[in-house]
T-cell receptor, first 112, second 114 residues
Framework: KQEVTQIPAALSVPEGENLVLNCSFT??????LQWFRQDPGKGLTSLLL?????REQTSGRLNASLDKSSGRSTLYIAASQPGDSATYLC???????????FGTGTRLLVSP | ETGVTQTPRHLVMGMTNKKSLKCEQH?????MYWYKQSAKKPLELMFV???????ENNSVPSRFSPECPNSSHLFLHLHTLQPEDSALYLC?????????????FGEGSWLTVV
């Protein structure tokens, strides 16, 4: 059974810092991995999707990497801003139907 | 306007009530999903519909009853719920249920069972 773990559970940094969020998964036979952002009381917004054949994806200040063999992904946020404060969720898609398995998230607070 | 719209945003119901959550997607997708998000637990997939057919039922109690009348609408009918069913219920859609397309979420319906 696929399990997804995110470390740390919470992170507080001053504005401008570069930071890394970690995600690990137990079954490396994944189709893809996605990073989502969730603001308090809101739904999820997809940030980056990495196919299993890819090593990384970039969007603006965000860079996500994938090491399928070791079951790990990282989300790198450059020059963090207060607007980046949210919960970041990692989810993996196993083969077959689109059954995403989510981690419990990292709650990020960027202070001005 | 978001691509996936959920109503109501907040619902308080008693354990003997019957209510429904509604989801509508404006993205032309053909797969829709219900997820449950409880405090301090990962999101849990409840149901998947592909081309209006239920293709996944993740061991969800029968007090939750989904309905997908067409590819744009998805309902979650609720009856005789328990307090532990209080959670954020998220609807999502994607282009297909069998490929790795990006999945789009609604803003969720906060459910409180009293």
């Amino acid at each position: 059974k696929q399990e997804v773990t995110q470390i740390p559970a919470a992170l507080s940094v001053p504005e401008g810092e570069n930071l890394v969020l970690n995600c690990s998964f137990t079954d490396s036979a994944i189709y893809n991995l996605q990073w989502f952002r969730q603001d308090p009381g809101k739904g999820l917004t997809s940030l980056l999707l990495i196919q299993s054949s890819q090593r990384e994806q970039t969007s603006g200040r965000l860079n996500a990497s994938l090491d399928k063999s070791s079951g790990r992904s990282t989300l790198y946020i450059a020059a963090s801003q207060p607007g980046d404060s949210a919960t970041y969720l990692c989810a993996v898609l196993n083969t077959g139907f689109q059954k995403l398995v989510f981690g419990t998230g990292t709650r990020l607070l960027v202070s001005p | 306007e978001t691509g996936v719209t959920q109503t109501p945003r907040h619902l308080v119901m008693g354990m003997t009530n019957k209510k429904s959550l509604k989801c509508e997607q404006h993205l032309g997708h053909n797969a829709m999903y219900w997820y449950k998000q409880s405090a301090k637990k990962p999101l849990e997939l409840m149901f998947v519909y592909s081309l209006e057919e239920r293709v996944e039922n993740n061991s969800v109690p029968s007090r939750f009853s989904p309905e997908c009348p067409n590819s744009s609408h998805l309902f979650l009918h609720l009856h005789t719920l328990q307090p532990e069913d209080s959670a954020l219920y998220l609807c999502a859609s994607s282009q297909a249920a069998v490929s790795g397309n990006t999945i789009y979420f609604g803003e969720g319906s906060w459910l409180t069972v009293v």
